[in-house]
């Protein structure tokens, strides 16, 4: 939309001619520029500007649609309306059927809890066919850490859904949905990302996941290296934008995975909450020193997070941030069938504890 | 007013100037077709004669009660604003602290960490807001502008069950009495909903609801979730920035005042070093934060979350307790709420 022309927006001739002059082609060009500014710098009035920018606007500017005509197509859009059911039945409740369509997932826990065995299960459940509650297309799995492995899979498909897999062909054809990439550097990221858009509608896929989304980033130390504070910002602001409306364009879920990193300058308070003394920064500091990596930018801009924790020898997946669900921790182990759910109930933690990350490891 | 400070284009500007015309009052006694002769086209030359004449209408009325255009006394606002209503936030306490809740003609500003519950209270706002005039609300319509794609339709349906079924209670009326325009698909119906991929989207839709909201003249809050999303990260020059995002409060303040409706806006946090150490603060810079007339802070204290007024014009800073509800946002139910005043 923000890059619609300008010359064909059926603005006058004499005026669409003078915006061609002064290099103004796309709508986005000229919205950033303030109205007293292009009074200036296109040499018209006041009422012409004001003319040209509402009739830019009014062209530029997405349809809209009744909440109740959105809630109306979602529940029309398949099974679970899109909906990438765990299997982690007290999860999905929690969710409303599971991982939802169009929006970003994140699933942060610190290594070796089971991120990338979640992520092995999903694509699992993305192939299945949907007499089996799966989604019946394709996946695109991007690893940057070279985590995936196709005979873990095969073992999780063979435990969970033994029916399937002992079927002759079947293994192939499930394990065949699943395409695996695996770029070398962030640039290498991006290009693929801008190739699979369009082949995400075309080719039935039903999933996306990037396992994971830390090691992109904070993985290229020479091109941090010169760059303030700002322009570090930029490749994961610029890929934050992009994958969003990935999600957005194809109306798929997105799982993307995240690493947690020990706290160092970790901002907490605002000036107006005074300071209650250092030894409440302190304590907290000590109990949980681990938080999710990539930042509150990042933070701000998934749409679901999912954490993952080990306390008191049991590890829990916990919904810490999302717009429908409360926040309900589900214990799970992990065997040869992947992702096993302990309990259906959840635990309801209140406050931040839903946020916090722990690790201690259990004694063998 | 001189003639430099009239909103015409620089050419006419300096041809008048090269004439001899500097201020509005040699333009008075001018016709058309004498400034014609300064290479004007007949019909630009009607526009600016229009155009300086607007500016000094101030001296042409003589006896008339305005000052000039557009000035209102402090008594005529006051009895404005004692007729408005306010928009219910679901939470009483938060309402107390807002004076009733959240103001019409008015710009109010709502930050906080991720998962504090702001997209929950936009929400909230966009179902309360439309609560019949019986009732105690405003009965109006919504519009709630999403640049981040985290509203859930299920989600608003959940809440408008629960606020409509708060409101007979509250009213003491009977379940069985509920007219077909207060299901919660007819609450659903009345919210539009925008989708914005991009900070020039957003810019082109405020400019659009000027027109939008004539033909929707019973839209009572535009809700924005959030505002600062796409300005974050696709803007290198950031005094550019800082214009466009002057330029779109403007606007937002302008269509406050216009239709008398209230603006909400969304902000995310981000840190701040200052007096040696690391603060959170609301996000897009020390200029957007003087753009709001309200601001609210939604954040952590302990296990709670709370909300802190932080900017009003007339009420003072103060900080209250409330939760987040499978119903929406509630008072906080545990023993110790209590208001804090700073």
């Given at each position: 939309m923000a890059n619609k022309l300008i010359s064909q927006m059926g603005l006058p001739l004499p005026i669409a001619n003078v915006f061609a002059a002064r290099s103004i082609i796309t709508a986005k060009d000229a919205l950033s520029i303030p109205e007293s500014d292009l009074m200036a710098l296109l040499d018209l009035g006041r009422d012409q500007v004001a003319s040209a920018v509402a009739r830019i606007s009014e062209i530029t500017?997405?349809?809209?649609?009744?909440?109740?005509?959105?809630?109306?197509?979602?529940?029309?859009?398949?099974?679970?309306?899109?909906?990438?059911?765990?299997?982690?039945?007290?999860?999905?409740?929690?969710?409303?059927?599971?991982?939802?369509?169009?929006?970003?997932?994140?699933?942060?826990?610190?290594?070796?809890?089971?991120?990338?065995?979640?992520?092995?299960?999903?694509?699992?459940?993305?192939?299945?066919?949907?007499?089996?509650?799966?989604?019946?297309?394709?996946?695109?799995?991007?690893?940057?850490?070279?985590?995936?492995?196709?005979?873990?899979?095969?073992?999780?498909?063979?435990?969970?859904?033994?029916?399937?897999?002992?079927t002759e062909g079947m293994a192939q054809e499930m394990a065949g949905r699943i395409v695996v990439l695996r770029?070398?550097?962030?640039?290498?990221?991006?290009?693929?990302?801008?190739?699979?858009?369009?082949?995400?509608?075309?080719?039935?896929?039903?999933?996306?996941?990037?396992?994971?989304?830390?090691?992109?980033?904070?993985?290229?130390?020479?091109?941090?290296?010169?760059?303030?504070?700002?322009?570090?910002?930029?490749p994961l602001g610029w890929t934050l934008s992009f994958l969003k409306s990935v999600a957005e364009f194809s109306r798929i879920p997105i799982v993307v995975t995240n690493q947690v990193r020990g706290q160092s300058t970790e901002?907490?308070?605002?000036?107006?909450?005074?300071?209650?003394?250092?030894?409440?920064?302190?304590?907290?500091?000590?109990?949980?020193?681990?938080?999710?990596?990539?930042?509150?930018?990042?933070?701000?801009?998934?749409?679901?997070?999912?954490?993952?924790?080990?306390?008191?020898?049991?590890?829990?997946?916990?919904?810490a941030k999302s717009p429908y669900s409360p926040p309900l921790a589900f214990p799970f182990i992990v065997d040869s069938s992947g992702i096993v759910p302990l309990s259906d109930d959840g635990i309801e933690l209140t406050g931040q504890e839903i946020s916090t990350i722990r690790f201690q490891v259990q004694p063998i | 007013m001189e003639i430099s400070c009239l909103p015409i284009s620089a050419s006419h500007r300096a041809k008048l100037l090269s004439a001899g015309y500097t201020t509005l009052s040699s333009l008075s006694s001018v016709s058309p077709p004498q400034l014609?002769?300064?290479?004007?086209?007949?019909?630009?030359?009607?526009?600016?004669?229009?155009?300086?004449?607007?500016?000094?209408?101030?001296?042409?009325?003589?006896?008339?009660?305005?000052?000039?255009?557009?000035?209102?006394?402090?008594w005529d606002m006051l009895s404005e604003e004692q007729a408005l209503r306010h928009i219910s936030t679901g939470s009483g306490d938060l309402d107390s602290i807002l004076g009733g809740g959240i103001h019409c003609k008015?710009?109010?500003?709502?930050?906080?960490?991720?998962?504090?519950?702001?997209?929950?209270?936009?929400?909230?706002?966009?179902?309360?807001?439309?609560?019949?005039?019986?009732?105690?609300?405003?009965?109006?319509?919504?519009?709630?502008?999403?640049?981040?794609?985290?509203?859930?339709?299920?989600r608003a349906y959940q809440i408008a069950e629960a606020s409509i079924l708060d409101t007979f209670d509250n009213f003491g009326c009977q379940l069985k009495e509920i007219p077909e325009k207060l299901k919660a698909e007819s609450f659903l119906a009345n919210i539009f909903y925008f989708r914005i991929c991009s900070y020039t989207e957003q810019i082109a839709l405020i400019n659009y609801l000027d027109q939008f909201l004539v033909e929707h003249k019973d839209v009572k809050i535009v809700i924005i979730d959030s505002v600062t999303f796409h300005f974050r990260q696709d803007f290198d020059d950031l005094a550019l920035r800082t214009r466009v995002l002057g330029g779109m409060s403007q606007k937002l303040m302008n269509l406050a005042k216009k239709f008398s409706l209230s603006v909400v806006l969304m902000n995310q946090v981000t840190t701040k070093f200052t007096e040696g150490s690391f603060h959170l603060t609301l996000a897009l810079g020390d200029s957007w934060s003087h753009s709001c007339t309200n601001r609210v802070i939604l954040y952590w204290n302990g296990n709670d979350r709370y909300a802190y007024l932080d900017k009003s014009p007339y009420l003072r800073p103060a900080s209250v307790h409330f939760s987040v509800t499978g119903k929406g946002i509630r008072d906080a139910t545990s023993q110790c709420k209590r208001v804090r005043m700073m």
């Open positions: 500017c997405p349809p809209y649609q009744t909440v109740l005509s959105l809630m109306e197509d979602r529940r029309t859009s398949g099974c679970h309306g899109g909906r990438l059911p765990t299997l982690l039945k007290g999860l999905d409740e929690a969710l409303g059927g599971g991982i939802p369509p169009g929006l970003l997932t994140e699933l942060v826990g610190p290594s070796g809890i089971g991120k990338t065995q979640f992520c092995l299960k999903l694509s699992l459940i993305a192939a299945l066919p949907t007499c089996y509650g799966g989604l019946n297309g394709r996946v695109i799995y991007i690893d940057t850490e070279s985590k995936f492995s196709s005979r873990r899979i095969i073992e999780i498909g063979e435990n969970s859904f033994p029916q399937i897999f002992q770029p070398a550097s962030l640039s290498e990221f991006t290009q693929s990302l801008e190739k699979i858009k369009l082949s995400l509608i075309q080719r039935e896929v039903n999933l996306l996941i990037i396992d994971s989304m830390a090691g992109l980033i904070s993985g290229n130390p020479r091109e941090n290296e010169s760059c303030t504070r700002g322009s570090r910002q930029q901002a907490f308070h605002y000036p107006f909450e005074g300071l209650g003394g250092n030894d409440n920064v302190t304590s907290e500091r000590l109990e949980s020193h681990l938080v999710a990596a990539l930042g509150i930018q990042w933070a701000h801009a998934v749409t679901i997070r999912l954490v993952l924790e080990a306390h008191s020898g049991q590890r829990y997946i916990k919904v | 014609s002769h300064l290479n004007v086209a007949l019909q630009e030359a009607v526009d600016i004669l229009k155009v300086s004449s607007e500016s000094c209408r101030v001296e042409v009325q003589d006896g008339a009660v305005e000052f000039c255009k557009g000035a209102q006394t402090a008015e710009v109010t500003e709502i930050g906080g960490v991720p998962g504090i519950g702001k997209t929950q209270l936009g929400i909230q706002l966009a179902i309360n807001v439309q609560i019949p005039y019986d009732f105690g609300g405003l009965g109006g319509k919504a519009i709630y502008i999403d640049t981040e794609g985290s509203f859930m339709a299920e």
